[in-house]
Antibody, heavy 121, light 108 residues
Framework: QVQLQESGPGLVKPSQTLSLTCIVSGVSMSSGSYSWTWIRQQPGKGPEWIGYIRYSRDTYYNPSLDSRVTMSMDTSHNQFSVSLSSVTAADTAVYFC?????????????WGQGILVTVSS | EIVMTQSPGTVPASPGEGVTLSCSAS??????VAWYQQKPGQAPRLLIHGASTRATGIPVRFSGSGSGTEFTLTISSLQPEDFVVYYC??????????FGQGTKVEVK
């Protein structure tokens, strides 16, 4: 059974960098069969796709966040990460990691349980 | 960016009834639509992909249809645990992949 688990600080100060890690279990990220994605959900809104990273380390980011987002992958520890710089209160959200296909059928399954990140001084 | 618009925002219904939720894309996206269910405090769960293919373990009362720009999710007989929020998502061609704003199914 594939499981994903987000970790990181729940509180980040404005203008600082938000950094989260997703630990994957039940499947080896080294297999290259999947890509790995980050999604966030602001309070009371629909999910927002942040970006994804392929086994090749190619990354694709949402243009609305592109200048502030960086994703990386550590297959030796079966985990991947996201950093979002210069955060503001608008970046307060539940952040989810999820698996997607490598073949272009980019639905998201499964998801991690999510981690609430609040941006506040 | 492709905009996904869901309607209605809220659907009042009774247990045992059937409901149909709609999702419209701002441009043609073939059948590249997924549907998710989200319970309070939980992550979204994949229900449907490819517009009409049920994900593993999803009950047969959930069905999807549509292509091009218009898509629907039908729940044939509402169970108590179905009164939650549903989202559509497109994954056509290149990102960004976007979600609708959600439809809440509530008890009438």
């Amino acid at each position: 059974q594939v499981q994903l688990q987000e970790s990181g600080p729940g509180l980040v100060k404005p203008s600082q960098t938000l950094s989260l890690t997703c630990i994957v279990s039940g499947v080896s990220m080294s297999s290259g069969s999947y890509s790995w994605t980050w999604i966030r959900q602001q309070p009371g809104k629909g999910p927002e796709w942040i970006g994804y990273i392929r086994y090749s380390r190619d990354t694709y980011y949402n243009p609305s966040l592109d200048s502030r987002v960086t994703m990386s992958m550590d297959t030796s520890h079966n985990q991947f990460s996201v950093s979002l710089s210069s955060v503001t209160a608008a970046d307060t959200a539940v952040y989810f990691c999820a698996r997607t296909q490598s073949t272009g059928d980019n639905w998201f399954d499964p998801w991690g349980q999510g981690i609430l990140v609040t941006v506040s001084s | 960016e492709i905009v996904m618009t869901q309607s209605p925002g809220t659907v009042p219904a009774s247990p045992g009834e059937g409901v149909t939720l709609s999702c419209s894309a701002s441009q043609s996206i073939s059948n590249k639509v997924a549907w998710y269910q989200q319970k309070p405090g939980q992550a979204p769960r994949l229900l449907i992909h490819g517009a009409s293919t049920r994900a593993t373990g999803i009950p047969v009362r959930f069905s999807g249809s549509g292509s091009g720009t218009e898509f629907t999710l039908t729940i044939s007989s509402l169970q108590p645990e179905d009164f939650v929020v549903y989202y559509c998502q497109h994954y056509n061609m290149w990102p960004p992949w976007t979600f609708g704003q959600g439809t809440k199914v509530e008890v009438k």
